[in-house]
């Protein structure tokens, strides 16, 4: 029977006893990067050697044997919670009515509709049991798994956090998940970005100050470390802190107190620190423009968030997230779907901006699309794409060559080895953007997978 918890790279698993309709579905989910289990009855599915719940699950109606609804009944009674979607090969109200009940995703007719299939997976896979859907946290790859562990571990304690990433990443939304979970959920979480102000302006707005501190200063005002007593104080881009304001803050840090500018009675800092950084600061220490003192103190529980790129599974239920957010705030309803060319350069993008890029993506296409499907026209780079820069070509691998005279060296040579080597050469360069990397080698994406997985390398 099949597991309550959750992987990561669980498959989407097809169970219909037609074996077109099972080879049509799983290379159309493996086209656009899912991994795909197909089986022919309920029982068969039952019975597979499965440690994990799939993440999702396209279900035919009529199955010989236990029918799909009997195996959806089967599924609650030993409390599996697996998405849903129902394929008919004949539209049947009565009959999707009780599967809605009963908890299915989506009830559809055979012959499905390409898009709506797609649509309907991506909202079971981002509604999924496995997948974190709490304040803009959503993801389910290995990497971003890690990531919500960890801090998960250390929201409870009081231990200073740092958090280390590309722009973009999502490190203020972990500094909330956070928040939200420590023992000072109820007080406030008060941010500062370093890299936003000068040095003057940094201090006066972490330490506040007294009337008469400075031109202007007509009144006292407590600062951000003081507005952020009894909850959590988030300082973003701290790598950008002038050395003279990581004097005063290391203070902080060490005696958990400080005095705001221009006074002479010391504050007790009621905090919990959270600290961002897109920088390398042991690079920084180096070059003498970050405090090596305060670096250990802020790295007391360091978290690296991924970059979008090392975590494709993300993109789809990010993708899926974004459009229901934004549909209703960008166009005042939702959008009518995402198409399957526009999903796949969704996928095959690159992200150097990350999650903040993917939503921006999203709500300029929501705006373009009018309302309605949201095609590859839409997208930023479709634009630029005539600008960029071609593909460079792998270089050939090193391996033995058969000599001019077309004889192979007598210990032969290794094909497997090459083969492999190509393709981890093609994911390099390509920063595994499985896609781009397909093109380079003159694969299908669908090939290229089953290659990767052959060769250990998905």
């Not at 006066?204 to 959590?232: D, H, I, M, P």
């Amino acid at each position: 029977m099949i597991a309550k918890g959750g992987d990561a790279r669980r498959p989407v698993c097809v169970v219909d006893d037609d074996a077109s309709v099972r080879e049509a579905v799983g290379g159309l989910l493996r086209s656009v990067g899912m991994t795909v289990e197909t089986f022919g009855s309920a029982q068969e599915f039952l019975a597979s050697a499965r440690r994990d719940a799939p993440s999702c699950l396209v279900l035919d109606v009529e199955l010989p044997g236990l029918s799909g609804l009997d195996l959806q009944q089967e599924l609650v009674k030993g409390n599996v919670r697996v998405p849903i979607i129902f394929l008919t090969g004949h539209g049947d109200i009565p009959m999707s009515v009780r599967a809605i009940q009963a908890g299915a995703l989506d009830f559809l007719t055979k012959p499905v509709d390409v898009d709506q299939l797609l649509g309907a997976i991506e909202r079971g896979m981002a509604q999924d049991h496995g997948a974190v859907r709490g304040g803009g946290v959503i993801g389910t790859s290995p990497s971003w798994r890690g990531v919500l562990a960890q801090a998960a571990k250390v929201a409870a304690a009081e231990t200073t956090v740092l958090l280390t990433g590309e722009s973009g990443t999502g490190k203020e939304v972990v500094a909330h998940l956070i928040h939200r979970g420590s023992r000072r959920a109820e007080g406030p979480f008060v941010a500062l970005n370093c890299a936003a102000l000068p040095e003057a302006l940094l201090e006066s707005e972490l330490f506040g100050y007294e009337k008469g501190a400075f031109t202007g200063a007509v009144s006292a005002r407590a600062g951000r470390l003081e507005q952020a007593a009894g909850g959590t104080l988030f300082l973003d881009e701290v790598g950008e802190m002038s050395p003279a304001v990581q004097a005063k803050f290391l203070r902080v840090l060490q005696e958990r107190e400080f005095q705001r500018l221009g006074g002479t009675r010391m504050l007790k800092a009621d905090v919990r620190v959270i600290a961002a950084t897109n920088r390398d600061l042991q690079v920084a220490m180096t070059k003498g423009a970050f405090r090596e003192d305060l670096y250990y103190r802020l790295h007391v529980f360091a978290i690296h968030l991924p970059p979008l790129r090392e975590r494709p599974e993300d993109i789809l239920p990010l993708l899926e997230h974004f459009v229901q957010e934004l549909g209703p705030v960008v166009l005042g309803r939702p959008a009518a779907g995402i198409s399957r060319e526009a999903r796949e350069h969704f996928l095959a993008h690159a992200w150097p901006g990350n999650v903040r890029e993917l939503r921006n993506a999203v709500e300029r296409a929501l705006i373009l699309c009018e309302g309605g499907l949201i095609n590859a026209e839409h997208l930023p780079w479709h634009v630029e794409a005539s600008n960029s820069a071609p593909l460079i070509p792998l270089p050939a691998p090193a391996a033995p060559a058969p000599p001019a005279g077309g004889e192979f060296p007598a210990q032969g040579v290794d094909l497997e080895a090459i083969e492999r080597e190509l393709i981890e050469g093609a994911l390099k360069q390509t920063g595994r953007n499985k896609s781009r990397a397909a093109r380079l080698l003159g694969l299908s994406r669908s090939k290229l997978y089953s290659r990767m997985e052959r060769f250990g390398l998905a």
